[in-house]
């Protein structure tokens, strides 16, 4: 007999045991509620450097600076045609020079005297909410501009930013399999617990004919409700860490357009977080169950 | 019903708890094992419900050979015999009823036909106003019968009993007796392990004797020469 044929009768079962052994089910919620918790933290905490670094590659401004015997103008023309929909300025030499002094402000006395010619001419390239990849693959294009010497757009620390994210994804990963095996074992060990409770309970069943699968199903049932729970708990947790703490981070660092709840926390983490939780629970109930099986098996 | 042919079980680590054990018993018989504490009785009933599998030999069950039974074919032949044991083995959290009606549940039997079956046995075992009791609110004599309803509600063809009134006095010995013996009169096969002489004298039944894993006498002389 399957659960599929008396779904009710097994789901009564399961929710009577564990309002009989409430210790269990809170440990193995609480267990986890952590490990989804943990989980989830890291993969916001991810999502979140992954949304600034693209705000800040976003920000930067691509400049391609020009031989000073170069056609400003055909300049100009090719980096727009580069660059379709951006904002794209030539700026002559002398302009460079004054827009520097400006940025010195009154240390820009320290200029006095020197040939407008020192700064080389260049054309700007204005392209607001563009992403990293989109940026290195504009900076190539802006490669093709007549009399280019050379393209900067901030490239270093970003790149710098990305390799640390993709260590970051590596280590995510590797903390992510690691929580999961060590939560299996955890709520695998305290299922056990309930299972040897219920050890007498298991011999009877076993003693008037139910099958393996009659025996287990409650259980499986058990530990899938706990994962849920404890996946749901900790879905519900973050997004009120998250509520709480981003107003102040999106200050802090200064950003224009703040974080959402949504980018750090999107509908399929959250979702993910509580069939993980779910199929955790499961898989711990069935490994303390079989063992206890196995051990009753003639 | 039973067949067992040089059956040997040897415990890791131990004397041997059966020695080249042949016997059969028949359907409809009700036979008294019994024997010293240690002599095997306990062992022999553990390897016809399969609980435990037999070193050497053949063992039949209902003509099947349980010896080298898979593990997915024992609930089905469990479910064809009823298990009493001395310590009751009753559900603490679970009502009479409940417990009864435990092994139609494994089934899968309708609700509506669980609870006539319920009934039914629990009024044949004197237990219908405590349907509803759990199982620590009654005597030891009460909690066996529960268990003799449990183990012959699903109309078992051979019912096992394994020291049923070693935990109670003579007076509740009797009618647990009684119902073993009233299920035996109904066409089950009833095997009764038990050390208590003062049963076999009472029930002239047939008595197969047991001493340190082997069977030393066989057949109703045994109360005579006063061998358990």
């Not at chain 1, 401004?61 to 045609?81: C, G, H, K």
């Not at chain 2, 040997?8 to 708890?17: E, H, M, V």
Request: charged residues 20%; positive net charge.
């Amino acid at each position: 007999m399957s659960a599929l044929r008396r779904p009710v009768y097994f789901l009564r079962r399961a929710l009577d045991a564990m309002a009989r052994g409430p210790r269990v089910t809170v440990v193995a919620t609480g267990t986890i509620f952590v490990a989804a918790f943990l989980t989830g933290l890291f993969a916001g905490a991810l999502q979140g450097a992954q949304k600034l670094v693209a705000a800040w590659a976003g920000e930067v401004q691509i400049s391609v600076y020009l031989d000073p015997s170069a056609d400003l103008e055909a300049a100009r023309a090719a980096a727009a045609a580069a660059a379709p929909g951006r904002v794209v300025e030539a700026v002559t030499a002398a302009e460079a020079l004054r827009r520097f002094r400006e940025t010195l402000g009154p240390q820009g006395a320290l200029l006095d005297g020197l040939k407008p010619g020192v700064m080389p001419p260049s054309v700007e390239v204005r392209a607001p909410g563009i992403g990293l990849a989109e940026a290195r693959a504009l900076a190539k294009r802006l490669e093709a501009v007549p009399g280019m010497r050379e393209v900067d757009y901030g490239s270093a620390w970003l790149e710098r930013l990305e390799r640390l994210l993709k260590q970051l994804r590596w280590a995510g990963t590797a903390l992510f399999s690691a929580l999961a095996i060590g939560s299996a074992v955890l709520v695998a060990n305290t299922l056990r617990l309930g299972v040897f409770a219920r050890r007498d309970e298991i011999e009877i069943m076993k003693l008037v004919g139910a099958t393996d699968a009659f025996v287990e199903t409650p259980f499986l049932i058990e530990g899938m409700v706990q994962g849920v729970l404890g996946g749901s708990l900790a879905s519900a947790a973050l997004l009120a860490a998250a509520a709480l703490t981003l107003p102040r981070i999106g200050a802090a660092l200064g950003l224009v357009a703040p974080i959402a709840r949504g980018d750090l926390l999107p509908p399929a983490l959250l979702v993910a977080l509580v069939a993980g939780g779910g199929a955790l629970g499961t898989i711990a109930s069935a490994l303390a169950v079989g063992r206890e099986l196995k051990q009753k098996r003639p | 019903m039973i067949q067992l042919y040089h059956v040997y079980k040897q415990y890791p680590g131990d004397a041997p708890a059966l020695i080249d054990v042949s016997l059969t018993v028949a359907k409809g018989e009700f036979v008294f094992v019994t024997g010293p504490s240690g002599a095997g009785k306990s062992t022999l009933m553990r390897l016809v419900f399969c609980a435990e599998a037999a070193t050497a030999g053949q063992l039949l069950v209902f003509g099947r050979n349980v010896a080298k039974i898979k593990p997915s074919h024992v609930p089905p032949l469990r479910r064809a015999i009823g298990v009493v044991f001395q310590d009751f083995k009753l559900l603490h959290y679970r009502t009479v009823a409940e417990n009864v009606a435990f092994p139609l549940e494994v089934r899968g039997l309708p609700v509506k036909e669980v609870r006539r079956r319920v009934g039914a046995m629990l009024r044949s075992v004197g237990l219908e106003l405590k349907a509803d009791k759990f199982p620590l609110s009654l005597s030891g004599g009460e909690q066996q019968r529960v268990a003799v309803a449990r183990a012959l509600v699903g109309d078992p063809a051979l019912l096992l009993a394994d020291e049923p009134t070693g935990n109670l006095d003579p007076d509740r010995t009797v009618e647990v007796m009684e119902l073993l013996h009233a299920a035996n009169a109904r066409g089950t096969t009833v095997v009764v392990a038990t050390h208590d002489r003062s049963l076999l004298e009472r029930y002239k039944k047939r008595v197969v004797a047991l001493e340190r894993g082997s069977v030393i006498a066989d057949g109703a002389e045994i109360r005579k020469v006063g061998m358990a």
